[in-house]
């Protein structure tokens, strides 16, 4: 039964697709993830040529990203779709090329170290161009079991994915030929190690509790699909987040957290709501962080490529923002940078309109949103914080960014509603548990529909909110300047692993010639 099992490609891709699945949030059985890769590894070195193994792993891919992302669809169904098909597409790649490692004659542990190099690569770089979706790096799915994987202060989440790859695809080849059971120990020495060195990591982890900062957190649960919540108009939506955040704020609290797109409506520097804002903090003695969509406009000559018009001769972009209320005036403003791709922005749409020469688009009616491109932070009283607004702080590098421009804790505001009482928010919510300790700060995160919360610098959750429930809370974070190596030297770890992707490729190639002279055939000499 093992064999016919062991050798029918259908179902090995089927198997690891629900495995995969099932070793995400909310499920959370993580060690899935190692047979799950077992098996795609025997699927390619089953496969017939290329096509045959695109065809048949896109299947098991395709399973992964429907049950664990399907809740893209609830925002916008074609675009949902196409983001879970071409993200399914994309995973081939990274699997073709260990294919040719499998059939290569290098050593045992050449193989699976270049292999978990091949994986990793490919989730660094599709967190960094325009069509970015990390959501399913395998490091991840790791996000629940915080004291697996506290070494990550050290290299940041994608090396878990490196242990997951090289871990598997030791056993996988032990599984090809048995009698090598030097493999296997290999395989169970890189089994165990990584969960080592988290226990090394968190027990020289010493918190740092010398400062502290009430924070309160506010959920105000408006509808996300209605205009301004839900609520009458922009005055009645502020008055309702005014109200919620006196129910739970005391003479000591510090600092106000509404989520993304509190307001609901377009503001500008100059908006009348501001005067409102600021009468209120200063009676109160508090700041807020709040998100909301800004119209920028821009001088003549500072203009970026793409504009969504002009506004009295003035061109402008509205941005998903951040903005930061001192009491005395709209101090500070952050502008989104991680914008998800189609949803908030049209994906590389400078290029596209460099190449449209005719002028046959308007690109302004549909570039969505501004990008932001700095990592400015908020001064909140002595505390330097980040306004991250939602998909921002899946990407790990770019928190860092913030984080060494001398953040003392982390922010995270975020509406989580479009998706409904979903995997999705729960998910995002947990991934936020790896910023957390990547750079061993406090998260304090608000999130219009929930889950809000705030989680320590290890990792562990101390506040988590009710789905779809208006509260608020308050808690007392430590601010800290702690600085991880992670933080110290960013996304090292990755940059080694695209090195170990391009000596797979040289020595790929190498071989490859050293097979076409080995079958050139010689004269025979009489």
């Known amino acids: 039964m093992f064999q016919k099992f062991w050798n ?49 792993s896109w299947i098991g891919f395709l399973i992964w990203n429907v049950l664990t992302t399907y809740w893209l669809t609830f925002a916008t169904i074609a675009g949902g779709a196409a983001a879970i098909i071409a993200n399914s597409l994309l995973m081939v790649i990274p699997l073709i090329i260990i294919r040719y490692l499998l059939h290569s004659r290098l050593a045992t542990l050449a193989i699976a170290l270049l292999a978990g190099s091949v994986w990793v690569s490919y989730e660094f770089m599709h967190h960094n161009w325009d069509l970015a979706w990390p959501w399913l790096a395998l490091g991840n799915g790791w996000a629940n079991q915080p004291d697996l994987i506290q070494y990550i202060s050290v290299t940041g989440h994608l090396a878990v994915s490196f242990w997951v790859i090289v871990t598997s695809m030791l056993f996988y080849l032990w599984l090809r030929e048995p009698d090598k059971r030097r493999t296997a120990v290999t395989g169970v020495a890189v089994l165990i190690l990584f969960p080592i060195l988290s226990v090394i990591s968190k027990a020289s982890y010493q918190p740092n509790t010398d400062r502290e900062m009430e924070v309160a957190v506010v959920q105000p649960n408006l509808d996300s699909y209605l205009d301004y919540g839900g609520v009458g108009s922009v005055d009645e939506l502020l008055t309702l987040l005014f109200e919620v955040s006196d129910s739970v704020r005391t003479e000591n609290t510090d600092l106000l957290l509404w989520p993304e797109n509190a307001l609901n409506s377009l503001v500008s520097r100059d908006s009348r709501l501001n005067s409102r804002i600021e009468d209120t903090l200063r009676t109160w003695n508090v700041e807020l962080i709040t998100g909301a969509g800004l119209i920028d406009y821009y001088p003549p000559g500072m203009e970026p490529r793409v504009t969504r018009g ?106 989580d509603g479009w998706w409904g009482n979903t995997s999705g928010h729960l998910q995002h919510f947990a991934y936020a548990r790896l910023r957390a300790i990547e750079y061993r700060k406090w998260v304090a995160r608000s999130a219009n529909n929930g889950t809000s919360g705030i989680i320590a610098p290890d990792g562990d959750v101390k506040v988590a909110t009710d789905y779809w429930t208006r509260t608020a809370f308050t808690y007392t974070i430590h601010p800290n300047n702690t600085t991880t190596l992670y933080a110290r030297y960013g996304n090292w770890f990755n940059w080694l692993m695209i090195a170990g992707l391009a000596a797979t490729a040289l020595m790929l190639i190498r071989e490859r010639r050293f097979k076409e002279r080995k079958d050139v055939p010689t004269l025979a000499l009489d």
């Open 8 to 56: 029918q490609p259908w179902i090995l891709s089927i198997t690891a697709g629900l495995m995969l699945a099932l070793s995400f949030p909310p499920i959370d059985l993580v060690f899935l993830q190692f047979p799950a890769f077992i098996l795609m590894f025997r699927l390619a070195d089953l496969a017939v040529d290329l096509k045959d193994l695109l065809w048949k």
């Open 310 to 415: 002009t506004i009295e001769g003035h061109r402008y972009n509205i941005y998903n923002s951040g903005l930061h209320y001192d009491g005395d005036s709209l101090n500070e403003v952050y502008k989104k940078g991680k914008l998800v791709p189609i949803v908030e922005r049209m994906p590389f749409v400078e290029t596209f309109k460099t190449l449209d020469i005719l002028g046959l688009v308007n690109w302004g009616e549909v570039v969505g949103y501004g990008k932001g491109i700095e990592t400015n932070n908020f001064e909140i009283g002595q505390e330097s914080v980040p306004a991250l607004i939602c998909y921002d702080s899946v990407f790990s590098g770019w928190v860092g960014d913030f984080v060494r421009n001398d953040a003392t804790f982390l922010s995270i505001i975020t509406n």
